[in-house]
């Protein structure tokens, strides 16, 4: 399934402190050196359309189609930018999102399906967003819901190391995304 990885940008969408070197997202661009991670100007105070704009500008530099892989606050990030033009985006993979209702971003937020495949990666321990309120955005959001049990917030502290199951995960968003655009194309 790794071949269809060419086919896509995969941008990396770091929350806040912006994942550090133990965090899985950072595993998988030692291991895959081609993703691309979004570099934000502060990752100590989350802004919502500052982060989204720089996500925006990445995204615009490959003409491939993009896979997010988004954590915490990026999967906010994620999908304001997705909300704001879905255009070169194949899917997202949404892991552990932050509760926009603690950021005060709720409202700002798609409250429809995103116009790609999702998946949303849940915890039942997630101090950042609890697993009912995770299912309710996977649900508004039109996302496949994964719960991963009791994995606290699916970071480094977690202890996943590499993350074999999340990279499972990715792979498959990249056969519904590239499934979903050969249905697509003329």
């Not at 530099?61 to 954590?71: I, K, N, S």
């Not at 005060?104 to 309120?133: E, F, K, Q, T, Y």
């Not at 917030?153 to 990249?174: F, P, V």
Request: hydrophobic letters at 45%.
């Amino acid at each position: 399934m790794t071949e269809l990885f060419p086919h896509f940008q995969v941008i990396v969408v770091s929350g806040l402190q912006d994942s550090g070197p133990d965090h899985w997202q950072s595993r998988w661009q030692r291991l895959h050196p081609e993703f691309v991670r979004v570099r934000q100007d502060d990752f100590d105070n989350p802004d919502l359309a500052a982060w989204a704009a720089r996500l925006d500008r990445l995204r615009r530099a490959d003409p491939r189609p993009a896979l997010l892989v988004a954590h915490s606050f990026g999967c906010l990030t994620a999908v304001h930018s997705i909300a704001r033009s879905s255009e070169g985006v194949a899917g997202a993979l949404l892991v552990a999102p932050a509760d926009p209702d603690k950021f005060g971003v709720a409202d700002r937020l798609p409250a429809l399906s995103l116009d790609c495949p999702s998946i949303v990666v849940s915890s039942a321990n997630d101090p950042w967003m609890s697993a009912a309120h995770a299912a309710l955005w996977a649900r508004r959001w039109g996302s496949e819901l994964i719960e991963e049990g009791r994995v606290g917030h699916i970071n480094a502290e977690s202890g996943l190391g590499d993350w074999s199951a999340g990279y499972k995960y990715l792979q498959r968003l990249a056969e519904l995304a590239h499934n979903r655009m050969l249905a697509f194309s003329p």
